[in-house]
């Protein structure tokens, strides 16, 4: 008895150990090798360490994603940033949607400054009514030295705003041009798109709860004054605003813009 009972404690020893194991009745041998080297655990401690993010510019910027090295960076209302980047005498002031930044629209910004032309973006004043903001970029490109058009672009309430921000620029922007509107995701007054004097570019997707096909359809219906009119309607999906530039649908809605710009910038 004392026998077997020794024998059992040191198969128990030796397999701790992590050795070759003789079973009580020699019938036999067993290995307990470690784990491979290509194992999971093994892979785990030799995962690569994850990318450190760009750290953020310290010098004069707008929202982290527009520098000097992009344009002139200026204030304005409460000491908010804007910038103006890319040459040429057709401007473009882009107004974002309400939780968005000046940094969602940068896909059309670059698009545009390699088309050559002028943009400026800006941080909006939560305090200030878009139409207003708008209105009031629009105659700071104005005064940019060379410009003599401008186009109003706009997400959502941006959109929305961007219609009789244009038509107000056409009375009080002295010696420029308005060229056109841009709406993205707008939900515009009925009333105020029967007054747009100017072309009208609106784009949307289909089930967009703010800005949708039916919002789309009706403002076009409305702008019977404008001398042209052009939509593009996303079938079958709710994608809203800029959201649109970082879908499979980037390409085709910032290229019918420039399209919209080239067409009517004069």
Same mark, same amino acid.
């Given at each position: 008895?004392?026998?077997?009972?020794?024998?059992?404690?040191?198969?128990?020893?030796?397999?701790?150990?992590?050795?070759?194991?003789? $079973?009580?009745?020699?019938?036999?041998?067993?290995?307990?090798?470690?784990?491979?080297?290509?194992?999971?655990?093994?892979?785990?401690?030799?995962?690569?360490?994850?990318? $450190?993010?760009?750290?953020?510019?310290?010098?004069?910027?707008?929202?982290?994603?527009?520098?000097?090295?992009?344009?002139?960076?200026?204030?304005?209302?409460?000491?908010?940033?804007?910038?103006?980047?890319?040459?040429?005498?057709?401007?473009?002031?882009? $107004?974002?949607?309400?939780?968005?930044?000046?940094?969602?629209?940068?896909?059309?910004?670059?698009?545009?400054?390699?088309?050559?032309?002028?943009?400026?973006?800006?941080?909006?004043?939560?305090?200030?009514?878009?139409?207003?903001?708008?209105?009031?970029?629009?105659?700071?490109?104005?005064?940019?030295?060379?410009?003599?058009?401008?186009?109003?672009?706009?997400?959502?309430?941006?959109?929305?705003?961007?219609?009789?921000?244009?038509?107000?620029?056409?009375?009080?922007?002295?010696?420029?041009?308005?060229?056109?509107?841009?709406?993205?995701?707008?939900?515009?007054?009925?009333?105020?798109?029967?007054?747009?004097?100017?072309?009208?570019?609106?784009?949307?997707?289909?089930?967009?709860?703010?800005?949708?096909?039916?919002?789309?359809?009706?403002?076009?219906?409305?702008?019977?004054?404008?001398?042209?009119?052009?939509?593009?309607?996303?079938?079958?999906?709710?994608?809203?605003?800029?959201?649109?530039?970082?879908?499979?649908?980037?390409?085709?809605?910032?290229?019918?813009?420039?399209?919209?710009?080239?067409?009517?910038?004069?």
């Amino acid at each position: 008895m004392r026998r077997i009972v020794g024998s059992l404690a040191l198969v128990l020893a030796v397999t701790a150990c992590g050795g070759e194991v003789t $079973t009580a009745s020699g019938g036999g041998t067993a290995s307990a090798s470690p784990a491979p080297s290509g194992s999971a655990s093994a892979a785990a401690t030799t995962a690569p360490p994850a990318e $450190t993010p760009a750290p953020l510019p310290t010098g004069p910027n707008v929202s982290g994603c527009f520098t000097e090295k992009d344009g002139v960076i200026f204030k304005h209302a409460n000491d908010l940033p804007g910038v103006i980047t890319g040459k040429g005498p057709v401007g473009v002031v882009i $107004t974002y949607e309400r939780r968005g930044s000046v940094c969602d629209w940068r896909p059309l910004s670059d698009r545009l400054v390699a088309a050559g032309y002028r943009v400026l973006l800006y941080n909006r004043d939560s305090s200030i009514f878009p139409e207003d903001g708008a209105v009031a970029m629009g105659k700071r490109l104005a005064k940019e030295k060379g410009v003599k058009r401008i186009f109003v672009v706009g997400g959502s309430i941006g959109a929305t705003t961007a219609v009789p921000a244009a038509e107000r620029l056409v009375s009080e922007a002295k010696g420029v041009k308005v060229a056109g509107v841009v709406a993205l995701s707008g939900e515009a007054d009925t009333e105020k798109a029967a007054a747009l004097t100017v072309p009208l570019l609106q784009i949307g997707s289909e089930n967009d709860g703010y800005g949708g096909a039916d919002s789309i359809q009706r403002i076009d219906a409305a702008a019977t004054k404008a001398p042209d009119k052009d939509k593009l309607i996303i079938a079958g999906e709710s994608l809203h605003a800029s959201a649109l530039f970082d879908s499979r649908y980037g390409q085709e809605v910032i290229e019918k813009i420039v399209t919209f710009m080239d067409r009517h910038k004069g």
